[in-house]
T-cell receptor, first 112, second 111 residues
């Protein structure tokens, strides 16, 4: 069945470091791809999305490119801030439906 | 700017007790969802609804029930609570699916 694999955490970085969180998926057809972020004590919120191959989603300095050939959607940010500390979830749609499959999440801690 | 409101925020149940987790949204979204989040795991879909009067099972529906009598409300019922239902529960809504708006969660412990 459809699945998603995220880089294991936790990830600890210093402020202004470069961030990459890997995400690969298996899916039938051409899923839409999402990154959600969960700040401490809160529910998830949409960070960015891409709906077709080669699309680049971006928001708050984060970017991710829909790579159909490698079935990947890696999250990147050039210079992280302490306020980026959160858990990040990769979520492709499932089996041509509009239901999302969530990865296990990657916890990021950014130290000043 | 209420968005998706969940109550209660915390609850402790004894094994065999029942309870209802409340969820209401004020964005007039057709789609609503219930997820559970276990430590170190992604979210698992329990039930979802694409409109008032329509509900369907997700990945892990056993031990739960839902109803959707109005667009705004989507309560989740736990009957005969078990320790395996200890989790954080999130309700979410969406205008068309895909972009979900989450509530702040209910932390439930079954002892």
């Amino acid at each position: 069945g459809d699945s998603v694999t995220q880089m294991e955490g936790p990830v600890t970085l210093s402020e202004e470091a470069f961030l990459t969180i890997n995400c690969t998926y298996t899916a039938t057809g051409y899923p839409s791809l999402f990154w959600y972020v969960q700040y401490p004590g809160e529910g998830l919120q949409l960070l960015l999305k891409a709906t077709k191959a080669d699309d680049k989603g971006s928001n708050k300095g984060f970017e991710a490119t829909y790579r159909k050939e490698t079935t990947s959607f890696h999250l990147e940010k050039g210079s992280v801030q302490v306020s980026d500390s959160a858990v990040y979830f990769c979520a492709p749609t499932q089996g041509g439906s509009e239901k999302l499959v969530f990865g296990k999440g990657t916890k990021l801690t950014v130290n000043p | 700017n209420a968005g998706v409101t969940q109550t209660p925020k915390f609850r402790i149940l004894k094994i065999g007790q029942s309870m209802t987790l409340q969820c209401t949204q004020d964005m007039n979204h057709n789609y609503m969802y219930w997820y559970r989040q276990d430590p170190g795991m992604g979210l698992k879909l329990i039930y979802y609804s694409v409109g008032a009067g329509i509900t369907d099972k997700g990945e892990v529906p056993n031990g739960y029930n839902v109803s959707r009598s109005t667009t705004e409300d989507f309560p989740l019922r736990l009957e005969l609570a078990a320790p395996s239902q200890t989790s954080v529960y999130f309700c979410a809504s969406s205008p068309r699916g895909l972009e979900l708006f989450f509530g702040s969660g209910t932390q439930l412990s079954v002892l």
